[in-house]
Each structure stands twice: as structure tokens, then as C-alpha cells.
């Protein structure tokens, strides 16, 4: 986030690169950079002649370079935006020669997604060189909570722990669905606002009571009459909480016991750190390690991997949803 502040805050003072290239995993910080090259480098006057928007399915680095080699009509530059740039992937060293002279007054932006560049090959170096090469990665899951406080208290909000935990719970690393959620939260809900998990279970839909998180607490705790009254709940709500994903969740969460269990340095933000999981959970895997020895451990996930196939309908296994909670909770509590 920081990278993305400062190449902002560049182009706010006039350093203004003549090619972007805008590539990586994360689609949201690309989309937030290309975003605001496209509002803010001309005014709207001089948009009509002088900017260019090209999709990647649609295009050529022929016809890209083209268009950025015409000079702006009646302004200081023109924009060239290339959009869904990861298609023309098998391409893309086509545009080393331009990458090495180009157009200083044409400012040409790829927003190429879910994909990179690799950073040996000579075109990537000449982009770099000439231009700016942005890779936007990934954030892991212990790092969103931490994203969402910072953009919450830019839009003049903060937010509980648990409220925070929920949506990184539901949503995991992705920022962009994770600020659309935001952003219907700010229509609804006044500036200034403490967001809490009732917002979020009123505004968004999950419920603060019967979702994942609380499941494996509740199993972590080994509190059994409450994962048997959510494991009920799923079960009466299969489209809202799939068997297949609830027992990969639980299999996750099984899985980072057995890594605490291992390690040297427990302090709570190692194990955020190591498990890559929200800080707010830390002490759920410190109780469920307590609770469960590593033998236990260990079958439970043996078990799980089989409750995996029968959730799928593998081989001959066609047992109701319920039945398989069932026996998820059985393995696990006896």
C-alpha cells in the first residue's frame, strides 16, 4: 500500500511516468493506479481526442504502439489505457522497442492482471528503465485486518476487532470485494461510526452468531452443544455454507494446530505471522492446541480428508449433508 501511496503521490507532483505497467495477483491496486490515471491526468475537455481506452482481447502491441506514437491534440499529453493487458501476454516482448524510446508525451498504462511479468526478461528491465513496473501482490490473510483499519480511518471510520475478523473470515484476501462491502457500508452507516459485527451481520449478511469462525471456536473450545447447533445451521443452509468449503475450513484450522504445535517461538504475533491468520484468532488456535494433542490432531485431519471425498460425491458415498457434520463432530469431540 505504501508503493501504491507514493507512485499517487508522484504522479499528484507532476512525476509523471510515460509508461505504466501495472501487473500482479492483487487486481486492486491496479485498478485503484489505472483509476486514477484515467480521472486525473487530463481535464474533461481534453479527454475527448486526447485519451484512449484499448482492451487486451480487442488490441495489438502493433496497434497499441500506433496510438501512443500520434501526438496530443491541443494539450500536453494524451493517455493510452490498455485494460485486461494479460492477454496479450504471449506478445508482450513486441514492445521492448517502443519500451526503449517512447512517446514523452503520451503516458501509456497496462493493467495487466493476475498475471507478471517475468523480471529477467529484457523487455521487463526496459519498461522498468523508461517507465514504472508495479507488482501488485497478494496480501496475505494476517495482513487484511490490518488493511481494513487503515482504510476505514481514511474514510473516518473505525472497527471492532471481531467486526474486522468477520470480514476477513467471509471474504479472505480479497481487496476488492472486501472494499465493495466497505463502500455499501459507508452509504448506510454515518462517518464517525465504531463498525461492529452487528453491522456487519445486518448490512452484509453474515451472521455474527452462526458462521464459520465461530464453528471452529466452538470446536477449538471443544464447547460441543454450539458446534452442533452451527453444524445444524449449515446444514439447514447449504447453499449459504457448503459441507465442501465448512470442511476445508476445518481442515485448515486442524492443519495450523499441528503447525503451533511445532513451533519454537509461540508469541501471538509469530503465530499470526507463521499461520498467516488474522491476529484476532491467535488465541483460538493457543486454546484448540491445549485442547487437542498432536496424535488427536493428526487423525482428525486423516478423517477430514475422507468427510472431503463423500461431501463430493466421490465413489459410491452419497450421505446427507447432516449426516456428514455428524460425523465431522463425532471424529473430532470423541
Excluded: C
Excluded at 513496473?133 to 490473510?141: A, G, I, L, N, T
Excluded at 476505514?152 to 476487532?161: A, K, S
Excluded at 505471522?273 to 491476529?279: C, D, M, N, S, Y
Aim: proline share 4%; aromatic share 10%; glycine share 6%.
Amino acid at each position: 500500500m505504501d508503493e501504491v501511496v507514493k507512485i499517487i503521490n508522484d504522479i499528484k507532483a507532476g512525476n509523471i511516468k510515460p509508461i505504466y505497467f501495472l501487473m500482479g495477483e492483487e487486481p486492486y491496486y491496479i485498478d485503484r493506479i489505472t483509476e486514477y490515471l484515467e480521472n486525473n491526468l487530463l481535464t474533461e475537455d481534453e479527454k475527448g481526442f486526447n485519451q484512449m481506452v484499448l482492451y487486451g482481447r480487442d488490441t495489438t502491441i502493433e496497434d497499441i504502439v500506433s496510438n501512443a506514437k500520434r501526438y496530443p491534440m491541443m494539450a500536453e499529453r494524451q493517455v493510452v489505457i490498455v485494460k485486461e493487458a494479460q492477454e496479450l501476454s504471449r506478445y508482450i516482448d513486441k514492445l521492448e522497442p517502443y519500451a526503449e524510446n517512447p512517446q514523452l508525451s503520451t503516458v501509456l498504462v497496462f493493467a495487466y492482471k493476475y498475471k507478471t511479468l517475468d523480471k529477467r526478461k529484457r523487455v521487463t528491465k526496459v519498461l522498468d528503465k523508461h517507465g514504472l513496473v508495479y507488482d501488485s501482490k497478494k496480501m496475505y490473510e494476517n495482513q487484511v485486518g490490518q488493511w481494513i483499519n487503515r482504510v476505514l480511518q481514511g474514510r473516518g471510520y473505525t472497527i471492532e476487532p471481531k467486526a474486522n475478523a468477520m470480514l476477513v473470515a467471509f471474504l479472505g484476501n480479497d481487496l476488492s470485494r472486501i472494499a465493495n462491502e466497505l463502500t455499501k457500508l459507508e452509504i448506510i452507516i454515518p462517518k464517525g461510526t465504531v463498525i461492529t459485527p452487528n453491522h456487519i451481520e445486518e448490512n452484509i449478511g453474515f451472521s455474527k452468531d452462526f458462521n464459520i469462525f465461530e464453528f471452529r471456536k466452538a470446536i477449538g473450545d471443544k464447547n460441543q452443544v454450539k458446534a452442533y447447533q452451527i453444524a445444524e445451521y449449515f446444514a439447514q443452509n447449504p447453499k449459504d455454507n457448503p459441507m465442501v468449503l465448512v470442511n476445508g475450513q476445518v481442515f485448515s484450522f486442524f492443519s495450523a494446530i499441528l503447525l503451533y504445535q511445532g513451533l519454537k517461538d509461540k508469541s501471538p504475533n509469530n503465530v499470526a505471522k507463521v499461520l498467516k491468520v488474522h491476529p484476532f484468532f491467535v488465541n483460538d488456535y493457543i486454546g484448540a492446541a491445549k485442547n487437542f494433542p498432536m496424535r488427536k490432531v493428526s487423525s482428525i485431519v486423516a478423517k477430514l480428508r475422507d468427510i472431503d471425498v463423500k461431501s463430493k460425491g466421490v465413489g459410491a458415498y452419497n450421505m446427507a449433508t447432516s449426516d456428514l457434520f455428524k460425523e465431522m463432530l463425532i471424529t473430532i469431540f470423541n
